[in-house]
């Protein structure tokens, strides 16, 4: 399909095939991936139509959000954006975009009762139509977001490197990306991209690991982390029947604004989580190979230090040492880290 008929059959497939999450055919645009029990908790208190509305595969709600500006690209209902609108606070804000009115129609029906839900004078919430490709006609201005957070949606996109671009325009220096999607383990076959069954169960439109990798490679992100990462079970035979062979996965990824390099790089550092971040007080999961446990210090690369020390988790860590000395490279092979399956295909630090 080219890109106008694929947008076509996204919006009519969320706006008018899919009533409930209950319609789905697969499980590849549903959460694969449990939300940790403090979102659980607050996820049960959500307006049941936005629940009942979502369609999502992982859970890309990182910690230290307070006060921050949160983008929240192919919303939908909203019900990850009316989390976030929590985890911000009074103080921060979240943006919402989609372009399917009938989804649109769900979050803005709700969002004085989540205004309420949490107790704000006002709602630090808005939702607003447009493309993800073009977050400029949306309205979003460069380098003024903390954070870009999506859950299975870039999949549907049909022109993921214009995608990645805006998202890294939108986002400030030190600022991440912080989303799950569904990917796949070679690239697909004309039948399967072009079936608007499968692209709109988030399955013909899933990148093959490889080349999501040279997308970010060519926009210049040279190490990006994978943090979790479900397979994606075909639970219904016909779309089995359809997809053959293929393998799929939920894989949620971080991505950071930063100047980082295309290889683990040892410099020394030494890094030191304080425990400070509420969300996590006992350990702070980087990816899937860096936990790091409270008052532990840890040895990491040159890339690692920067992500814990140049971002807004700057504040929650101690590291030790800088770059003028360089010992090499850096042994950053990935280990099996508890609650992630085994590591998805990332940048230089996997």
Not at 22 to 28: G, H, N, S, V, Y
Not at 272 to 291: M, R
Request: some cysteine; overall charge negative.
């Amino acid at each position: 399909m080219d890109m106008q008929k694929t947008l076509e059959s996204v919006r009519d497939y969320y706006g008018k095939v899919l009533k409930t999450k209950e319609d789905l055919k697969t499980t590849a645009c549903c959460a694969a991936e449990r939300l940790p029990v403090d979102l659980a908790a607050l996820e049960r208190q959500l307006h049941k139509e936005v629940r009942d509305r979502f369609f999502g595969c992982g859970s890309p709600l990182p910690p230290a959000l307070e006060g921050r500006t949160v983008l929240d690209l192919g919303c939908g209902s909203g019900r990850d954006a009316f989390l976030l609108s929590k985890l911000v606070g009074p103080l921060g804000s979240v943006i919402g975009v989609d372009m399917t009115d009938e989804q649109l129609a769900v979050a803005n029906r709700h969002v004085d009762f989540h205004r309420d839900l949490w107790g704000y004078r006002e709602s630090n919430v808005r939702f607003v139509k447009g493309y993800i490709e073009d977050l400029e006609t949306a309205g979003v201005a460069t380098n003024s977001v903390d954070l870009v957070t999506s859950n299975c949606v870039f999949n549907l996109s049909p022109d993921k490197p214009r995608l990645f671009r805006e998202v890294m325009r939108v986002l400030r220096p030190g600022g991440e990306l912080y989303f799950s999607d569904v990917f796949a383990d070679r690239r697909l076959p004309a039948d399967v991209s072009s079936d608007p069954e499968l692209v709109g169960e988030c399955l013909g439109g899933a990148r093959y690991v490889e080349d999501f990798r040279r997308t970010m490679f060519s926009l210049g992100v040279l190490d990006f982390r994978a943090v979790s990462s479900t397979p994606i079970a075909m639970t219904n035979e016909r779309i089995q029947k359809k997809v053959g062979r293929i393998n799929f996965k939920s894989t949620t990824y971080r991505v950071f604004k930063l100047d980082l390099e295309d290889k683990c790089e040892d410099f020394g550092q030494v890094a030191t989580y304080k425990g400070t971040i509420p969300e996590s007080p006992d350990a702070f999961l980087l990816d899937d190979h860096h936990l790091f446990e409270r008052g532990r210090p840890m040895l990491v690369c040159g890339n690692s230090a920067a992500m814990v020390q140049d971002t807004r988790y700057g504040s929650h860590f101690e590291v030790q040492g800088d770059k003028s000395r360089h010992f090499g490279l850096f042994d950053c092979a990935p280990t099996a880290t508890a609650g992630t399956t085994a590591p998805a295909a990332a940048g230089a630090c996997c």
